[in-house]
């Protein structure tokens, strides 16, 4: 049977393109995603930069802590990730750089990655000063947008500062506590690993009016697990792919 069920590009399109750069989030919606995910951290000068590791090593060759660089030691370094790719711009993004280049054809789905105490008041005024407040969007809408994070105190910080926006608490598993919080300090969305994901826990937060996505899909078989559990949708690094393989399940 088929159902509403959304697939997120997992920082962009980052099987096919460097995870976190403008190609990659450019790449999902030329096929059509317009929902995608990021990573937002704060230099040491506090601009808010997407990028998902705390060390630049992995997705740059150079070794260096975000936190311990001011933003002018970093824009000039490509995020290419052992991509071979062709000439195009591969640099750290900025947050205020990305809410302009994509305000209204997308839907964002914004993590806030670190715990640094400042965080979510950067980030709640680079989304004001760039328009994204008050638009009151559906949770999957073009304009829209979601903060998350896995750290709970961000979210309690990003609300305290903001009533309105949706926000999501990515964790591994759902716990009657878990909801608790979530219904205490009005969290939207409860965001548990795909792989376990289930139906009971799914009903149980959507009957005290909180939604579900997921996140950490690695296999086809973590893919179905997050459909058949009722979610919303999830997270994904291959996108066109995953699409497929629920319209073929769907078709069985």
């Known amino acids: 049977m088929k159902k509403k069920f959304t697939i997120i590009a997992h920082r962009g399109f980052s099987e096919k393109s460097p995870e976190n750069t403008f190609p990659a989030f450019d790449l999902a919606i030329k096929h059509g995603f317009h929902n995608f995910e990021f990573d ?3 230099t040491k000068d506090k601009v808010p ?3 998902h590791d705390y060390n630049l090593i992995r997705t740059t060759g150079i070794e260096g802590l975000i936190s311990e ?9 490509d995020a290419k990730n052992n991509f071979e790719v062709d000439q195009g711009d591969y640099s750290i993004p900025t947050l205020d750089d990305l809410l302009k280049r994509y305000n209204k054809i997308s839907n964002l789905h914004l993590e806030l990655k670190s715990r640094d105490q400042d965080l979510s008041e950067i980030v709640l005024e680079s989304l004001e000063s760039n328009g994204w407040l008050g638009l ?7 304009g829209g947008i979601t903060i998350s994070s896995f750290f709970i105190e961000q979210l309690i910080r990003f609300r305290k500062f903001n009533k309105e926006e949706r926000t999501a608490w990515l964790l591994e598993k759902i716990s009657d506590i878990d909801l608790e919080i979530c219904l205490e300090q ?9 792989k376990f994901s289930d139906k009971i826990s799914v009903e149980k937060a ?3 009016g909180i939604l579900v996505r997921n996140w950490g899909v690695s296999s086809s078989e973590d893919l179905i697990m997050s459909y058949n559990s009722n979610s919303t949708g999830t997270t994904c690094d291959w996108p066109l792919r995953g699409k497929e393989i629920i319209k073929n399940y769907e078709n069985n």
């Open 206 to 208: 959507q009957n005290k």
């Open 40 to 42: 937002v951290q704060l």
């Open 186 to 194: 009005k969290i939207d969305l409860i965001c548990p690993r795909a």
């Open 49 to 51: 930069v997407v990028i």
């Open 69 to 77: 660089m001011n933003f002018s030691d970093l824009y000039k370094i």
């Open 136 to 142: 009151k969007k559906g949770i999957y809408e073009i």
